[in-house]
């Protein structure tokens, strides 16, 4: 199944986009879910991918070149019940753990000294938000705001930015901004390590391509800028070292047929 062209995608800033990936002979697309795949929700398991993401996704692994991992700084549990079986590695927690598609799991662990950090930063973060909005992962914890008046939310982040701030300097972690709150992380593992990773493992000439939206995207635009493209969601307000951006996010279903017509098609019989 192909389908459709219904409207122009523009990568503004590469105008040669679609020609590199036509004349590509391995391809490799990397996409963060929230706020690319899926719209921001106040309730997190209410942000399922837009609709004919899935199917798109499916068609992209099964017909072309393209390796499709999807890198979230979601936990897997909630990633892999979001996506459903679309067939690519799923990889969550930014890094942290991943799901092949044969099923195999894999995590690694903060050091004794972050699991220290990660658990006072819990026990601190209560004393601002009410439990459902604090959450903890397996190598960090986050404060949600979204859905609380701006001023409300805006004063809960800076002070959680500077309690976490404290905490990541004595336990070697690293506070992080998203869209709707804050996250203090484990350092020595994040989404540009992961497309690291990953570009090492594969051919010098593939052409790699990373779609993400936020602050937590930074790391995977800045390692793929030797080998691909990192392509932001949103026109730039702000520095960033992707290097094309789509206008919003109704634009990447859009460009995923598109990719989907203009890959290389896999050959017959090919995994």
Known sequence: MRFEEQQTVCIHAIPDFWDRLIHARE?????????TLAPFHEDRMDAVPYPGIPPVLKEIRRTTVTEVVIISGRPLSELSSLMGNVGCLLIGSHGFESLSPDGHRDWRNPDDLQKRGLALAKKLGTMDVPGERLEAKIA???IHTRGLPPDQARRIEERIWTRWKEIGDAYDL????FNGGVELRSRGWDKGNVVRSLLRARPSDIFAVYIGDDET???????????GVGIKVGLPIRATAAQGFLADSSQVKLFLEKWLRKAPCRIQGES
Do not use: C, N, Q
């Not at 391809?27 to 706020?35: K, M, R, V």
């Not at 995207?217 to 080998?227: K, L, N, Q, T, Y």
């Open 27 to 35: 391809t490799l697309l990397g996409l963060d879910y929230d706020g």
């Open 217 to 227: 995207d930074e790391d995977a635009f800045s390692v793929i800028r030797d080998r």
């Open 140 to 142: 960090s914890v986050a």
């Open 174 to 177: 690293e506070p992080k901004r």
